[in-house]
């Protein structure tokens, strides 16, 4: 199936699986809002350019505001987070659908740092990448494409661990895939199911995510934490290490 301009196919995935698109054709509102907000590639510059400044810190001071957490390094793990979860599910749920995936492109991304999904994210130009939607597509596009300069970005700005931060691209991804392999169970596409397993078995072994925790079928286990406990009211994620929350120094679980 070829990707059409409103990727249309994502939708009925949920939020985290939906891309808003800006097109010509759009609504006028939304595609002046979408050309002022700043791209994902501003953001992951490592530059202390003002604009550098805004984007990151801007969404970690959302995030941060709304957990009513007084940590930003806590608040950037949850943000980094989010975004990884964001773009996996996008990715996944593209080359499961569409056989396709889109240029997801930093510089074609535009982000709304104080919106939640689905209108975090706009792509401000659908446009299918050449070649097959292998494991290595989706690497190149996700890992290398996004997850390396945040990681760089958010290590520079506030001192995450890359250990903690890859444990939450792994984590994204095992939550992605479990989603869309249940939807696609339950909707009688067992080829987009086949798919999101064999993705997501392939990406695992990259690298970058192969020392992020443990699977065994959809079930996922990391072997670091998010700090979410660390948030008023949170506790531990499902997939955590830990099965209560430390009660070690503030820096315990970053690694």
Known sequence: MDLDPDLAALRPLGGFFVLRTARPAAEAAGAARA?????LAKAYETTTSDVHRDVIACRVETVGKRLRVPEPRVAASVAQQALAARLWS???GCAARYGRLPDLDPRLLRWDTHAAAPDDLWLTR???LPGATGPAALAEAVVHGHLEPLAAALRARYGVAAGLLWGNAGSALAGAARELDRWA???GEPGAARRTRALTAALFAHPRL???GTRAGPAFRRRSCCLYYRVP???ICGDCCFTQPPRSSPRA???
């Open 35 to 39: 050309g002022a907000l700043p791209t």
């Open 90 to 92: 996008v990715a996944l």
């Open 126 to 128: 659908v446009r299918p």
């Open 185 to 187: 169970r339950a909707h």
């Open 210 to 212: 192969s020392a992020t």
């Open 233 to 235: 009211g949170g506790g």
């Open 253 to 255: 679980a970053s690694g």
